[in-house]
């Protein structure tokens, strides 16, 4: 992952479990960072973009995470500047693959097509 995207110092894959947001996997491929919401975290689905994100099935890029709502958001704008989104499904409940960026505007539009066949890959994985 790191040869195509070197910005990504966080990967993870949410999904919307019985109206809880439930963090599957997540790992830290970048810079040595704080980890957070890590693999098991499990809350209230209600409160969290990354929620509407994966009902909605839309695909989602913030280039600044610090202006948006959610507590996920404002969790984890705190070290992770800018993410990427894409909905996956996962064993039939709506999901996402979530990708992190301690840089500011780290993906772009052009990105797109490459995060999509990454996610992909991410949420065949077992």
């Known amino acids: 992952m790191h040869e195509k995207l070197p910005q990504v110092d966080r990967v ?6 019985d109206g809880n947001l439930v963090v599957e996997r997540s790992a830290y491929p970048g810079k040595t960072i704080p980890h957070i919401a890590e693999t ?5 689905s209600r409160a969290f973009m990354l929620t509407a994100f994966a009902l909605f099935n839309q ?7 610090t202006n948006q ?13 800018s993410s990427a989104h894409v ?3 996962l064993e039939g ?3 996402t693959v979530n990708f992190w960026s301690t840089q500011p505007k780290a993906f772009t539009r052009e990105q ?6 990454l996610a992909t890959e991410v949420a065949k994985a077992k």
């Open 12 to 17: 993870c894959v949410t999904s919307v479990t």
């Open 40 to 44: 098991g975290f499990k809350q209230t």
């Open 59 to 65: 695909f989602a890029l913030l280039p600044d995470t």
């Open 69 to 81: 709502q959610g507590m996920d958001m404002q969790l984890m704008s705190k070290t992770l500047k």
């Open 87 to 89: 909905p996956v499904v």
């Open 93 to 95: 409940r709506p999901s």
């Open 112 to 117: 797109a097509d490459l995060l999509k066949s």
